[in-house]
Structure formats: structure tokens, C-alpha cells
């Protein structure tokens, strides 16, 4: 089964600076149709997740440009640049190559 | 606007029976693979298993299989999760999450103990 690793655990940031969350899989995320299923999301407290990035790199509908993605096989980057207040909360990445399987998450608090 | 509800959660005993229901709208029910994902308190997310368009296919993860089952009614678009032989780590707020795990419902608690 493949496994996903998200650091750092937790993340503390001043507002206006710069987050950076890594995934690393046990395997290649690349699929056979050459499309790498690699999601990210955020889930603030008491809601559920939400998409920000779909396979690697695309925003979805509605998120800021503070936002990117962006990696390739094995490793993969979230970043939050300019954070604001309303980023905080949980972030987690999902893969969806190889059946489904998310990363532990990684908190991000306010220094 | 895409809605899913779920319902359907409660308190059980170790051993019981639960069925949870996901009623979606906003989109094409039939067209999408569903799935349920399910969240500890306090702890992170974890894929339980899918159901296929028709809900001919369906796939579990191993901490759930055989002990829940995922069927589906296009009629009334409508998802639903049947959870036997329930244990204490089962407890934890279920989501439905459509197939390309774009949108999500607000989850329904499901507590296990004696």
C-alpha cells in the first residue's frame, strides 16, 4: 500500500510569511494514463476538507494564487505564501493513484 | 450548487449495526464513483472504501472490510454505508465525498461504547 508522509507535523507562521508542507510517497504516484493523482487540502476546525490543488499543480475553483503545488513522482510541495488568517487548520495531501491514501496532515498555527 | 448530506449517525455498542445515508444533489449522481472517508477525533482522515457508477464494484480498505458494506440507489441518489460488528475505533465523523474528492459533505458522528 502506498504510503504518504507530510512534514513538518505542525508549522508555525507569522501572518503575511510563507508556508511550505512536503508529501513524500513510498512509490510513484505517476499512473499508467501519465496523470499524477496527488490532491491537497484543507480542513479548518469543525469543517470538512477542502480541495485547494488537484493533481500536483491546479488550483481549484475559488482558491487565491497564494496557493501552489507543484512536485513530481515521489515528492510534492504545498505553498502558502502571504499567509492570512483564514489558512489556518489542518492540511492534508491524498492520493488517489494507487487506490486512496492520505497523508497525516500537518497543522498550521500562528506564531 | 453540489450538496451532500449525510445522516444516520449515532451512539451504538460495541458488536451493533449502523447504516449511514449520503443524499447528493448538484450534480449527475449516477455519472460519479462515491466514497466514504471517515475521520477519529482529533486524529486525521482515512479512506474506508468506493462504490462504481452502477454500484456493480466496490473497494474497501482493509481495517473495514468485510465487516462494512457500500451500496448506492441512483433512483434517489443516495449513498449509504452499512457498518456490522462495529469495534471502538470505529468511532469517528463519517464523510461522502464525490469521486474525484472535490466536494464533501459536513460528516455524521458515529460513536462506539459499551
Given at each position: 500500500d502506498v504510503v504518504l508522509t507530510q512534514t513538518p507535523v505542525s508549522l508555525l507562521i507569522s501572518?503575511?510569511?510563507q508556508a511550505s508542507i512536503s508529501c513524500r510517497s513510498s512509490q510513484s504516484l505517476v499512473?499508467?494514463?501519465?496523470n499524477t493523482y496527488l490532491h491537497w487540502y484543507l480542513q479548518?476546525?469543525?469543517?470538512s476538507p477542502q480541495l485547494l490543488i488537484y493533481q500536483v499543480s491546479n488550483r481549484f475553483s475559488g482558491i487565491p494564487d497564494r496557493f501552489s503545488g507543484s512536485g513530481s513522482g515521489?515528492?510534492?510541495?504545498?505553498k502558502i505564501s502571504r499567509v492570512e488568517?483564514?489558512?489556518l487548520g489542518v492540511y492534508y495531501c491524498l492520493q488517489r493513484t494507487h487506490n486512496r491514501t492520505f497523508g497525516g496532515g500537518t497543522k498550521l498555527e500562528l506564531k | 450548487e453540489v450538496k451532500l448530506v449525510e445522516s444516520g449517525g449515532g451512539?451504538?455498542?460495541?458488536?451493533?449495526?449502523?447504516k449511514l445515508?449520503?443524499?447528493a444533489s448538484g450534480f449527475t449522481f449516477s455519472n460519479y464513483w462515491m466514497?466514504?472517508?471517515?475521520q477519529a477525533p482529533g486524529k486525521g482522515l482515512e479512506w474506508i472504501g468506493e462504490i462504481e457508477y452502477d454500484g456493480t464494484e466496490t473497494n474497501y480498505a482493509p481495517s473495514i472490510k468485510d465487516r462494512f458494506t457500500i451500496s448506492r440507489d441512483n433512483a434517489k441518489n443516495t449513498l449509504y454505508l452499512q457498518m456490522s460488528s462495529v469495534r471502538s475505533e470505529d468511532t469517528a465523523t463519517y464523510f461522502c465525498t464525490e469521486g474525484f474528492f472535490a466536494y464533501w459533505g459536513q460528516g455524521t458522528l458515529v460513536t462506539v461504547s459499551s
Open positions: 501572518l503575511g510569511g499512473h499508467s494514463n501519465g479548518k476546525p469543525g469543517q515521489t515528492d510534492f510541495t504545498l488568517p483564514e489558512d | 451512539l451504538l455498542k460495541p458488536g451493533g449495526s449502523l445515508s449520503c443524499v466514497h466514504w472517508v471517515r
